[in-house]
T-cell receptor
Framework: NAGVTQTPKFRILKIGQSMTLQCAQD?????MYWYRQDPGMGLKLIYY???????DKGEVPNGYNVSRSTTEDFPLRLELAAPSQTSVYFC???????????????FGPGTRLTVL | GENVEQHPSTLSVQEGDSAVIKCTYS??????FPWYKQELGKRPQLIID?????GEKKDQRIAVTLNKTAKHFSLHITETQPEDSAVYFC???????????FGAGTRLTVKP
């Protein structure tokens, strides 16, 4: 199992450019998430998905879009990059044990994005 | 929605001492409380978790306690070692929510 994989590892964008951050998992998890982590700060939820075809906004969705066409993939799209989007982006996947169990999350290695 | 507060934001201890990090949550429906360790430049990794049907869980030098009435949970690390130095995050989720909310993190430094 590769677990959760993310590409690219690093990227520098110019203001106004667009890009897609890729995330894939091979654990057959239904739940997938995108977080951003600013330097020295905690994790802020951008978007999440509970299954293919279903996505929901998190705490900080503005400036981002997602899609979930398969169980395995959950790409994050930045349309008009801004300096405020400079951050490390983590993708995570999880499963729920039973109907009331907790959501144990497994994180990818992250994508470090700089917008200049 | 759920709000998780974490204290302290930084903690410095001498090697061999104990470290305690505390978190409070707001949603009484929360029933799952994981703790993650994040080393510099790495991804967060689960180190221990606790569910609301137990009050304490231990794994070697790490323990987590939960007080549902007061809505707080704590991470205890005993006999700290320099390799315990990292940022620790608490989190909470509930059975009727599909997301997880994280605390702001505690930077633990263990001085040799």
């Amino acid at each position: 199992n590769a677990g959760v994989t993310q590409t690219p590892k690093f990227r520098i964008l110019k203001i106004g450019q667009s890009m897609t951050l890729q995330c894939a998992q091979d654990m057959n998890h239904n739940y997938m998430y995108w977080y951003r982590q600013d330097p020295g700060m905690g994790l802020k939820l951008i978007y999440y998905s509970v299954g293919a075809g279903i996505t929901d906004k998190g705490e900080v969705p503005n400036g981002y879009n997602v899609s979930r066409s398969t169980t395995e993939d959950f790409p994050l799209r930045l349309e008009l990059a801004a300096p405020s989007q400079t951050s490390v982006y983590f993708c995570a996947s999880s499963y729920r044990t039973g109907t009331t169990g907790g959501l144990t999350q497994y994180f990818g290695p992250g994508t470090r994005l700089t917008v200049l | 929605g759920e709000n998780v507060e974490q204290h302290p934001s930084t903690l410095s201890v001498q090697e061999g001492d104990s470290a305690v990090i505390k978190c409070t949550y707001s949603d009484s429906a929360s029933n799952y409380f994981p703790w993650y360790k994040q080393e510099l430049g790495k991804r967060p990794q689960l180190i221990i978790d606790i569910r609301s049907n137990v009050g304490e869980k231990k794994d070697q030098r790490i323990a987590v306690t939960l007080n549902k009435t007061a809505k707080h949970f704590s991470l205890h690390i005993t006999e700290t070692q320099p390799e315990d130095s990292a940022v620790y995050f608490c989190a909470a989720s509930s059975y009727n929510n599909n997301d997880m909310r994280f605390g702001a993190g505690t930077r633990l430094t263990v001085k040799p």
